[in-house]
């Protein structure tokens, strides 16, 4: 089966500081997302990425997020500023047009 | 805007008895449905799919049917384990603007005793 791969699985930062968080995408998937589920909550859509531009963003994708494909294969999502409320766990996701999303296992971001 | 609403958790089974989570939508396009399940420190992963109306998705013993009629999307499965205690999320996806962007339900716990 298809993977995506995320990294880190897990990082603790101090509020204030920048992260940013890194995903693999199925190579040849033109799509690609970030979504992010804070924990007991449902899973929330953040950002779709087409062919190396945002396509759609959420109310939650403001000012301190960003998302890159720096070399053409990494897909990263950045967060400036990090605040105690952007605790949570950040997927990675390569769909296919109209079928299953691939998810990467996630990145467990706590800020403290 | 497009919705998915699912029964609150958790829902707390003995081995082999018959699991109902029941899942319902709202969405003005055509959406592929879709139940994803999450174990303890995992990612999501798809469990199964539905495209179209009438279509029944299974997996692993677990069934969802398409019903346009009542707009629901409730999983099922007849013989539930210990291995089966996860989370497990309904979601659509609107074929019409063909980007794969998925809407979750808010996620159902299942807990499966021995």
């Known amino acids: 089966e298809p993977e995506v791969t995320q990294t880190p699985s897990h990082q603790v930062t101090q509020m204030g500081q920048e992260v940013i968080l890194r995903c693999v995408p199925i190579?040849?998937?033109?799509?690609f997302y970030w979504y992010r589920q804070i924990l007991g909550q449902k899973v929330e859509f953040l950002v779709s990425f087409y062919n190396n531009e945002i396509s759609e963003k959420s109310e939650i994708f403001d000012d301190q997020f960003s998302v890159e494909r720096p070399d053409g294969s990494n897909f990263t999502l950045k967060i400036r500023s990090t605040k105690l409320e952007d605790s949570a766990m950040y997927f990675c996701?390569?769909?296919?047009?109209?079928?299953?999303?691939?998810f990467g296992q996630g990145t467990r971001l706590t800020v403290v | 805007g497009d919705s998915v609403t699912q029964m609150e958790g958790p829902v707390t089974l003995s081995e082999e008895a018959f699991l109902t989570i029941n899942c319902t939508y709202t969405?003005?396009?055509?959406?592929?449905l879709f139940w994803y399940v999450q174990y303890p420190g995992e990612g999501l992963q798809l469990l199964l799919k539905a495209t179209k109306a009438d279509d029944k998705g299974s997996n692993k013993g677990f069934e969802a049917t398409y019903r346009k009629e009542t707009t629901s999307f409730h999983l099922e499965k007849g013989s539930v384990q210990v291995s089966d205690s996860a989370v497990y999320f309904c979601?659509?996806?609107?074929?019409?603007?063909?980007?794969?962007?998925?809407?979750f339900g808010q996620g159902t716990t299942l807990q499966v005793k021995p």
């Open positions: 190579s040849n998937h033109l799509y």
């Open positions: 996701a390569s769909p296919q047009a109209n079928t299953e999303a691939f």
């Open positions: 969405a003005t396009g055509y959406p592929s």
């Open positions: 979601a659509l996806s609107d074929r019409r603007s063909n980007t794969g962007k998925l809407i």
